[in-house]
């Protein structure tokens, strides 16, 4: 009895340092914590990463880069990896808010297409690795707007009154009409500015447009608005989604971005982050996500696997003669800023 007594006391004492220690792992296990811009990752790329390396990955998410930035930069919070777009690059590594990369440990940037590195917000990507790009451009109804869209001039048609929206942004509304102008989308020019301006305010007069931002991508299959600005991503799947639909980058330009996967210089885990950015940014994952969220990728492997009419489309991987005149957005120096929120005010009174 005494012999049976002792065995099921260790057998017992066996099983509780088991959940004991099972505890222990599951509250000391690897993870990190990634800053997304949206849902701009698809959920099998992310589990397969944990499997592969037990590494959890916790993703908060934002939805505007200011947002992201005014984080940080209280640093209160502490990120493993974010997504930092072209605009706000040069601003967070000239405020020591990123730290540079081990590229021994990303060697999967070498799987992006040239035209996407060694750009000027981070000359030699020491502290970026290319994670997705677009444009902003002009989505229509073919089977009501008739004639041929190449131009930003078919936001000022007033055949198409009430039914044109726009964005209700003013780096992209205002990007817009300077580019129609034949103007630089990141002018300081108060001029320039001016010219846009009443062009905007005349706009309003003549086809009295929806002002909005995610609500677009519904109206416009819903045959509320006819012609809508769209970012890329979201006007190459309505077209796959609809017949009917075509997105195009107008002929004067427009804004191209890109968005980048960065470490913050506070990470707590930096060899996981370095793990993480080096596995999304293989061929295999790289192709899952463009496949998921609609936004072009810079991996250029990933590319030759896309079908053709994705890798051929023009609207999607610009030709150099389109690519030459869109612009990425720049940090505006303070004073612009205040120009701009000024002129905005008067354009939406």
């Known amino acids: 009895m005494k012999s049976s007594f002792k065995l099921l006391s260790l057998s017992i004492c066996m099983v509780l340092m088991t959940v004991f220690f099972v505890g222990c792992t599951k509250k000391t296990a690897e993870e990190i914590n990634f800053f997304n811009y949206g849902e701009n990752i698809d959920k099998e790329t992310v589990e397969e990463f ?37 605009a706000l690059m040069p601003r967070m590594i000239d405020q020591n808010l990123l730290q540079k990369l081990n590229k021994d440990s990303i060697p999967n940037i070498s799987q992006m297409e040239e035209d996407y590195l060694n750009l000027s917000i981070d000359p030699g990507n020491k502290y970026s690795v290319p994670y997705m790009f677009g444009t902003v451009g002009l989505i229509y109804n073919k089977d009501v ?48 500015l001016e010219e846009a ?48 639909l075509v997105y195009i980058v107008p002929k004067e330009g427009a804004n ?19 793990k993480f950015i080096n596995f999304v940014s293989d061929k295999e994952s790289a192709l899952r996500i463009a496949d998921e969220i609609g936004y072009t990728t810079p991996n250029k492997e990933a590319r030759l696997e896309q079908p053709e009419e994705v890798r051929n489309n023009p609207n999607a991987y610009m030709p150099k003669e389109i ?3 869109c612009e990425i957005y720049t940090d505006l120096p303070s004073e612009s800023k205040k120009l701009y929120d000024y002129i905005w005010t008067e354009i939406k009174q």
């Open 323 to 325: 690519m030459d005149r």
């Open 50 to 86: 944990e499997n592969k390396y037990g590494i959890k990955v916790n993703i908060e998410t934002f939805d505007d880069m200011e947002t992201m930035y005014q984080k940080l930069s209280k640093g209160g919070t502490k990120y493993d990896v974010v997504l930092v777009s072209d």
């Open 256 to 274: 191209f971005w890109i968005d980048s996967l960065c470490i913050p210089a506070n990470a707590k885990n930096v060899s996981a982050a370095e």
């Open 197 to 244: 301006k009443q062009l905007l305010i005349n706009q309003r007069k003549l086809v009295n447009p929806i002002y909005g931002v995610d609500n677009g991508t519904t109206m416009i299959p819903a045959g509320e608005t006819d012609i809508n600005m769209i970012w890329s991503g979201e006007g190459l799947n309505l077209q796959d989604e609809y017949p009917n």
């Open 145 to 192: 707007v008739t004639e041929n869209v190449d131009s930003w001039d078919i936001l000022w048609n007033e055949k198409y009154k009430d039914k044109i929206f726009m964005f209700d942004t003013y780096r992209d509304t205002l990007g817009a009409a300077l580019k129609k102008l034949n103007y630089s989308l990141n002018s300081t020019n108060p001029k320039e």
